[in-house]
């Protein structure tokens, strides 16, 4: 089980989007997370009449590592560590560290 998932609200706590928050959209490997609207880069793109692509300039969200974002917690307001627990039932849950609430619900 990994700390972060696809649909998870995280906010960055280094580089140039600090304080930020997003969702993430994508997980790249094992170590980068693609967030919505977070370390949009400008890329240059040649066009192609045959497909119908456009020439120009685009936005393109690029992937931030995992150590620069945390877990939105919504009950505290602030970016949290992530922890793990298994439940009576043996079910094994993410829950944050500062209160012990499970993440997953």
Do not use: W
Not at 21 to 43: F, H, P
């Amino acid at each position: 089980m990994k700390r972060l998932k696809k649909g998870d609200e995280v906010i960055v706590v280094a580089g140039k989007d600090l304080g930020r928050r997003g969702t993430v959209l994508e997980l790249v490997g094992d170590s980068r997370v693609v967030v919505e609207g977070i370390n949009v880069a400008k890329k240059h793109v040649r066009g192609n009449p045959q497909a119908g692509q456009p020439g120009g300039i685009i936005d393109k969200t690029m992937p931030l590592h995992v150590s620069n974002v945390m877990l939105y917690n919504p009950i505290t307001k602030k970016g949290d560590r992530v922890g793990f627990k298994v439940l009576e039932n043996g079910t094994k849950v993410r829950v944050f560290k500062s209160n012990g609430e499970v993440v997953d619900v």
